[in-house]
């Protein structure tokens, strides 16, 4: 195994991080022979969407304070984006159900990857690594509905993209949440209030 | 602790709580509109920032590779044939087949 990560180690971290791009911007920092504080610092850059990812599923969450935060444990990328209802909540059936399905996959394919690595070869020669982008392209398109869903991801985009090349990994993707703010003009808001009084159940 | 141990360790309990904070601060309340408003718009903004870091950008830098042409083609096919499956097999294909060549 590279990076100085033992293959248990492989395991370990993707059993009880399992975060992804966090895994690796950390392993490749050690690898590069930076130190535990630098690596650290590069995760938690990589995970802090996950901050505005969760406060969002927050009120959709059951239970007390204890059983929320465990819950909050289940978000990632894919399922938070596939959980979400478009009305502001979340299924928190749903989003559990896909983080247990894609938590299987990713804790067995860092077994298989550790043990067997070598004999498969370089993942990225299946093009394995446009999954993901893909995915979340095909999620993106059914959210563009409205003009002003349309520019909030033109302007994510953008603060994304003129980012990378200034910040660490992960920054870029939170600036890019804040392109949401334009949810508070009176506009926006109006049309939500609009919206649940059609639907006859103000939440 | 090795190093590796300690990364593992400190990133677990950072992840676990920024994970935490928000269902413990926002669980189980009312949505007030603003929020509502806020939260519905931050999927393409979030979508949209992950599509562009992993498509445009290899790291710390801005790049176009295979797999933004393998992600162009997914797009393309999702949005003619509305198949999430179809579209993300063709860009593993597609940036596959551009990288073999």
Known sequence: MEAGF?????????????????????ISIVG????????VAAATLMNSRFLPMSAAVGPSFSGGPVKRAAKGQTVVDASWAMSSRGDGTF???LLMGASAIAYVSWVSGTVVGAIWGDAIGDPS???LDAVFPAFFFGLLLNELHSRRSRGVAALGTLLALALVPLTPPGVP??????????GLTNRARAEVLERQEAEGAPR | MSIPAIVIAASCAITAAIKAVGPVALGGRELPTWFTSVVILLSPALLAALVATQAFANGDHLAIGADTAGVAAGGLVIWRTGSIIACVVLAAAVTAGVRAI
């Not at chain 1, 033992?6 to 950390?26: D, K, P």
């Not at chain 1, 993707?173 to 334009?182: I, K, M, T």
Request: no cysteine; charged share 5%.
């Open chain 1, 6 to 26: 033992s293959e248990l180690a492989a395991i370990v971290f993707s059993a009880i991080v399992f975060a992804g791009s966090a895994q690796f911007a950390s």
């Open chain 1, 32 to 39: 590069a022979g930076g130190g535990a504080g630098a690596a």
């Open chain 1, 91 to 93: 299924d928190q059936y």
């Open chain 1, 125 to 127: 020669s299946f093009g």
């Open chain 1, 173 to 182: 993707v939170l600036v890019a949440s804040l392109a949401s703010l334009v």
